[in-house]
């Protein structure tokens, strides 16, 4: 039987097997972005976020 894993999953076991810790800061930074992206284009949170920058 196969071994089905999420991407989460698969990522964290990469991190723990690799050691590869100094790559969690930049996934969770490239993930933020790509929220304030999504958010950022069409809903009422638009506001907020343009007088962040």
Known sequence: M????SLL??????LKVRK???LLPIII??????III???QS?????IIYALF
């Open 43 to 47: 809903s009422a949170l638009s506001p």
């Open 29 to 34: 930074m490239l993930l933020i972005v790509g």
């Open 38 to 40: 999504i958010f950022g």
């Open 9 to 14: 999953g698969e990522m964290w076991s990469f």
């Open 2 to 5: 196969a071994n089905n894993k």
């Open 20 to 22: 590869a810790w100094w």
